[in-house]
């Protein structure tokens, strides 16, 4: 089993920046990539950005391309979401996944290990 819990997620103005966090525990694999979805009230839980095990491939969705940046710290068994430029169509409780393949991916199925959310709401 993997535990991921995200952190960082809080009210902010728009045009704003976070970073979230999301730390994993137990039995991780570096070998895996991750990656960030999120879910606003009455929709459906929407990809934002994955990356590969290595940290070398990295994608986005289309809302958020250009303004969030993913990485990754194999060392500290963490992932960041960088994000910048904040708008309120961006509120949302942000989750962390785990996938079971290396290679990046926007398909919420390639996603075995899911974290509990942390809440982003963005003020106009």
């Known amino acids: 089993q993997v535990q991921l819990v995200e952190s960082g997620g809080r009210l902010v103005q728009a045009g704003g920046s976070l970073r979230l966090s999301c730390a994993a525990s137990g039995r991780t694999s570096s070998a895996s990539s991750m990656g960030w979805f999120r879910q606003a009230p009455g929709k459906g839980r929407e990809f934002v950005a994955a990356v590969s095990w290595n940290g070398g491939v990295t994608d986005y969705g289309g809302s958020v391309k250009g303004r969030f940046t993913i990485s990754r710290d194999n060392a500290k068994n963490t992932v960041y979401l960088q994000m910048d430029s904040l708008k309120p169509e961006d509120t949302a409780v942000y989750y962390c996944?785990?996938?079971?393949?290396?290679?990046?991916?926007?398909?919420?199925?390639?996603?075995?290990?899911w974290g509990q959310g942390t809440q982003v709401t963005v003020s106009s």
């Open positions: 996944a785990a996938s079971q393949f290396a290679v990046s991916s926007q398909e919420i199925g390639s996603y075995i290990y």
